[in-house]
């Protein structure tokens, strides 16, 4: 299957900061999905993106497929937004998402 | 809007026991169904899906089994519960192969 390359694994930030978190992957995809974490386990839909640039709020995402990377931007960072993001890919035929490891993002106040 | 549900939020099972796990979909028609684990560590696997009643994949070998007995029920199974079965259990669903959404989880402890 695909392989999924999330990095860096954790991440500690004070409110306020910037970040970006990358996922790599090693095959053409037709699915690209963002998710964040949330403490209770709930998995939260931030992005579906296999190309292209979009943004949502203080988060923005950019996936180049041709060079098979994707780049979440978190931009003045809240509490709030602590938890583990997730990049999932599919591939170019078939149904199963594969999930990276996740990156852990802790924002202290 | 479509609301995907899941329950038990919470089990606690002794080993050899049986397990059924139960995800339902509202507002939608013939969706794509999915089952994930997360084991401790973060990742998810997928571990069936169907695209329509009656028809499941299976992904991986294991001690599990999945059915689809309506268009938006998704139920997972064991006759006997190991304790590798222990993890977070995530229904999703989608229309074709595009964008997942997923339930609130079932969080399965083995003892």
């Known amino acids: 299957g695909i392989q999924v390359e999330q990095s860096p694994p954790d991440l500690i930030l004070q409110e306020g900061a910037n970040s970006t978190l990358r996922c790599n992957f090693s095959?053409?995809?037709?699915?690209l999905q963002w998710f964040h974490q949330n403490p209770w386990g709930q998995l939260i839909n931030l992005f579906y993106?296999?190309?292209g640039t979009k943004q949502n709020g203080r988060l923005s995402a950019t996936t180049v497929a041709t060079e098979r990377y994707s780049l979440l931007y978190i931009s003045s960072s809240q509490t709030t937004d602590s938890g583990v993001y997730f990049c999932?890919?599919?591939?170019?035929?078939?149904?199963?998402?594969?999930f990276g490891k996740g990156t852990s993002l802790l924002v202290t106040p | 809007s479509q609301t995907i549900h899941q329950w038990p939020a919470t089990l606690v099972q002794p080993v050899g026991s049986p397990l059924s796990l139960e995800c339902t979909v509202e507002?939608?028609?013939?969706?794509?169904l999915y089952w994930y684990r997360q084991a401790a560590g973060r990742g998810l696997q997928l571990l069936f899906y169907?695209?329509?009643?009656?028809?499941i994949s299976s992904e991986v070998p294991q001690n599990l089994s999945a059915s689809r007995p309506q268009d938006r029920q998704f139920i997972l199974s064991s006759k006997k519960l190991l304790l590798s079965d222990s993890g977070f259990y995530l229904c999703?669903?989608?229309?074709?192969?595009?964008?997942?959404?997923f339930g609130p989880g079932t969080r399965l402890t083995v003892l």
């Open positions: 993106i296999p190309s």
């Open positions: 095959d053409s995809v037709n699915n």
């Open positions: 999932a890919v599919g591939p170019g035929s078939g149904y199963a998402l594969n």
């Open positions: 999703a669903w989608s229309e074709s192969a595009r964008e997942q959404f």
């Open positions: 169907s695209v329509g009643i009656g028809q």
């Open positions: 507002g939608t028609s013939n969706p794509n």
